[in-house]
């Protein structure tokens, strides 16, 4: 698997971003992993391109396939943003054209160094099908979108993995940090079903040595690919540089693990001495810790915003409707929306919220509601909202908590989807489900509930956050799966609850409790598209519920050619 996107902060003044996409083309990656291909689809022109689960304001290709299903020869693609929406494509930036990348131009990050000057570290695989580590270098320092980038013959591979090291998985450098007089970066792997986040060090960033011990390793965890390594600061949200160290300050380290294809992480604290990561007591690695988002969100990255002072973090989603349908349609995949990321003021986890630039495409004259109560059974059409391609902010409150219902002590071993997927939105309820219905039909025989429900446990009580897609379309040999997360909120004593849901076509990426919990869900309705797509407030609970605010906005298109000046800056 490959991470999503490479990103950096030049200057403090410019955004670029290398995304994975394929080229038509028969090669095909011969490795040990669990990439799926399909040489007989790779050899299909996609000259047509069906627009009708296209996203309108997410980042995407104008065709072919960004890190989906088909999966083949891979480049890395070339687009600049001066503010992460709207976007230039330009040639790409690196292809496989030498022994030590012949087979493919996987993973990676970029690093400014000193005097600004960016590098991009990657994976590729050679001739042996190996992976080993890459790089790639500006070909003119002067050009303010860094359109042509070179692979010195010297140097690369500037890591290539020994005996002692798995080589058929082995890849996805970071961002590199400095610490102690020396440069430091970490790539993903694993050695039988250890995940191992081998660190590597160098003085020069030309000759790179392993280090004694992984950074960090984690058992039954298998592959860990995309990891990424970043400190955040204990207060506020500012972001920090990759590099910053400081008593007080936190590390976030998150892994793709291969086996479930979702991202986790954990927090805790760096020992620059040591070289070790140590994740915070509670902080748990694998599939039982905390993820970014609980849905269908995968190879993220983030990088450090000089200009904004914020943590900027990308992830990708892939499509759930089938290899075939992909073709049919002529693309795969999608960026997400970028989201700023800071540390809870708890400590215990992070919290996420798209970035501030999304407002510039929100309609100036948006729906609005207040004060609306939602009775047992009912749901209300939200109108005037193009519930195809909407940004919606809502807050919901209750009166009382008498009505939640008891969380069933089985549900303690399952994970939250399972719950989710049981009670379902239509399953009546004390205290909910209650929510949004997105992407619906006219007369609900498509829908996508973004939704809570509320359960008493002990003392104290549970919040369920859902996004089922189970009822999302009508169309056969979809994934409609029910994702879910536990909101770590205490309604006891706000008896209000907030969500934030950002609706694009075949996409819908939701934030509870301003970005506690995070869930994406790929979607394929067969009415309910375009001008035909309604969005709906909804109550299956018996407790009634108050809509004390809602603000919806029709969303616009970025611009994804912006036009370049070539003898202009970026600024």
Not at 98 to 104: A, Y
Not at 440 to 463: D, N, Y
Not at 516 to 534: D, E, F, H, M, N
Request: positive net charge; proline residues 6%; charged residues 25%.
């Amino acid at each position: 698997m490959m991470c999503g996107e490479k990103l950096r902060s030049s200057t403090a003044t410019s955004l670029h971003v290398a995304a994975f996409c394929v080229v038509v083309a028969a090669t095909i990656i011969g490795v040990q992993g669990s990439h799926k291909v399909y040489p007989e689809l790779q050899s299909l022109p996609a000259e047509k391109v069906d627009e009708t689960h296209r996203t309108g304001y997410h980042f995407q290709p104008p065709k072919h396939w960004i890190n989906g299903s088909v999966w083949g020869n891979i480049v890395w693609a070339h687009s600049v943003s001066k503010d992460l929406i709207n976007w230039q494509a330009l040639e790409p930036a690196i292809e496989a054209t030498k022994p030590f990348d012949i087979k493919g131009c996987w993973s990676g990050s970029a690093t400014i160094l000193p005097g600004n000057k960016p590098v991009i570290l990657y994976t590729g695989v050679d001739k042996h099908n190996r992976q080993v580590q890459d790089y790639a270098v500006p070909t003119n320092l002067s050009d303010p979108y860094l359109r042509s980038w070179v692979k010195p013959s010297k140097g690369n591979p500037f890591i290539d993995p020994d005996r002692s090291v798995n080589a058929s998985a082995f890849r996805d450098p970071t961002t590199a940090w400095f610490v102690n007089g020396e440069w430091h970066t970490v790539v993903g792997s694993k050695r039988d079903m250890v995940g191992v986040a081998y660190l590597y060090t160098s003085k020069d960033f030309k000759k790179w040595v392993r280090a004694k011990e992984p950074l960090h390793s984690a058992r039954g965890t298998g592959m860990w690919e995309c990891p990424d390594f970043y400190p955040v600061s204990p207060t506020g949200r500012r972001g920090l540089d990759t590099s910053a160290l400081g008593k007080e300050v936190k590390h976030v380290f998150k892994v793709s693990l291969d086996l479930t294809r979702f991202d986790y992480y954990t927090i805790g604290v760096y020992d620059k001495e040591k070289e070790k990561y140590v994740p915070d007591l509670g902080s748990v690695d694998s599939w039982a810790g905390l993820r970014y988002d609980y849905g269908n969100f995968y190879a993220s990255k983030s990088f450090f915003d000089y200009k904004k002072h914020r943590r900027v973090l990308w992830g990708w989603a892939n499509e759930s409707d089938g290899e075939a349908r992909d073709k049919d349609k002529g693309w795969a995949g999608i960026q997400l929306i970028p989201r700023k990321v800071w540390l809870d003021p708890s400590g215990k986890q992070l919290l996420q919220w798209p970035i501030k630039e999304l407002e510039m495409l929100r309609s100036p004259d948006p729906r609005k509601l207040n004060s609306k109560v939602l009775k047992h059974g009912r749901h209300v059409e939200v109108d005037g909202i193009t519930g195809a391609q909407a940004d919606v902010e809502v807050t919901f409150s209750f009166r009382s908590l008498d009505r939640a219902e008891p969380f069933d002590p089985k549900w303690a071993d399952l994970p939250a989807q399972d719950v989710c997927h049981q009670k379902g939105s239509t399953v009546p309820g004390g205290l909910g489900p209650f929510g949004l219905l997105t992407v619906a039909s006219e007369k609900l025989e498509e829908f996508t509930p973004v939704m809570f429900r509320v359960f008493k446990k002990g003392g104290k009580h549970v919040v369920l956050f859902c996004s089922d897609a189970t009822s999302s379309s009508l169309a056969k040999g979809l994934y409609k799966p029910s994702f879910a997360g536990y909101v770590d909120v205490d309604v006891s004593k706000t008896k209000k609850i907030s969500l934030r849901s950002l609706i694009d076509h075949s996409v819908v990426e939701s934030f509870a409790e301003g970005g506690k919990t995070v869930i994406t869900s790929r979607v394929y309705p067969t009415l309910a598209t375009g001008t035909k797509a309604r969005l709906f407030l909804f109550n299956n609970g018996t407790e009634e519920i108050e809509v004390d605010k809602l603000t919806a906005w029709n969303m616009g298109k970025p611009v994804m050619n912006v036009p370049l000046n070539k003898g202009a800056s970026i600024n």
